[in-house]
């Protein structure tokens, strides 16, 4: 079974990817609600909340986990390997390896939270894997919100894209990481914006073909972690505007279970 977590609802765009390219393996998903947005929180209480989820999903069950959220994998991925001894897949290091490769003049962007962003972790990553790449981040700590209120085709929301977008199209990059689980929503008004030759990474995707891969190759081993149940999506606060980001993001309605009485401010 693979547990998938995020801070809240944005990561199940990472399960509907894992869905598609998996459609045998049983997922069971937490949405840390009561506790998001991450993005803004330090990086302690990120790692805390981290630790919390990943033990939540095991307790269900997990076999291994996805983290979905790119704030929690930029601050804590590290630190959840050391704690756990279960495979962990994370959004970041994908998406860094697809970005290289589809980079053709070595500038790469990467749009994300304040947290990813002032993690530098994309930055490191790139580097480390190649050297001359150029790397420009910028933090949209407004597009999240915008998300969540439904605002996917709005002129404030492409106003405000532009805006956050200008000095990476000054930059001329050729190549841009969605670097955060709600931009996939976004990718219709963030293309033309940030120019039609521009490649851009969603990490959701790329994780998903990540996971793929590994549980092509490991078959054996997880073959009695298929199932035929349905996967279980829990949330640690249910609201309407839940229902209806996951309505977007699946195109069908998702029965929510509250998980309670788990977590710790
Ligand atoms: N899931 C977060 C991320 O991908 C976005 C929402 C939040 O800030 O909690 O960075």
């Known amino acids: ?16 990817a894992i869905e598609e390219v998996l459609p045998d393996m049983r997922i069971i998903y937490f949405g840390d609600l009561a506790r998001s947005p991450y993005g803004s929180k330090s990086p302690d209480a990120i790692k805390k909340y981290a630790r919390e989820d990943t033990e939540f999903l095991i307790s269900k069950g997990a076999r291994m986990i996805v983290v979905a959220c790119n704030s929690a994998a930029s ?9 756990f001894d279960i495979p962990f897949f994370e959004v970041i290091t ?10 053709r003049h070595g500038r790469i962007g990467v ?5 990813t962003v002032a993690s530098a972790v994309y930055e490191r990553k790139i580097k480390a894997l190649q050297n001359d790449l150029q790397v420009f981040s910028q933090a949209c700590p407004l597009l999240v919100p915008l998300v969540e209120e439904g605002w996917l085709n709005k002129q404030e929301t492409k106003m405000i894209i532009r805006r956050y977008l200008h000095r990476l199209k000054i930059k001329q990059v ?6 955060c689980t709600h931009y996939p929503l976004l990718k ?19 994780v998903a073909q990540e996971l793929e891969e ?3 190759r490991n078959r054996e081993r997880y073959m009695s972690a298929a199932d035929p149940d349905h996967n279980i999506y829990y949330l640690s606060d249910i609201t309407e505007a839940a229902r209806q980001t996951a309505r977007k993001i699946f195109g069908r309605e998702i029965e929510f279970q509250l998980a309670h009485g788990l977590f710790s401010n």
Request: hydrophobic share 45%.
């Open 1 to 16: 079974m693979i547990g998938i977590f995020d801070s809240g609802v944005g990561g199940m765009t990472v399960a509907r």
């Open 75 to 83: 601050v804590a991925a590290d630190d959840l390997e050391k704690a």
């Open 94 to 103: 994908p998406a860094v390896r697809n970005a290289a490769s589809a980079s």
């Open 111 to 115: 749009i994300g939270t304040r947290a």
């Open 174 to 179: 050729d190549t841009l990481v969605l670097g």
């Open 188 to 206: 219709k008004l963030i293309q033309p914006r940030i120019g039609k030759r521009v490649r851009v990474i969603d990490s959701a995707i790329s």
């Open 214 to 216: 590994h549980i092509r």
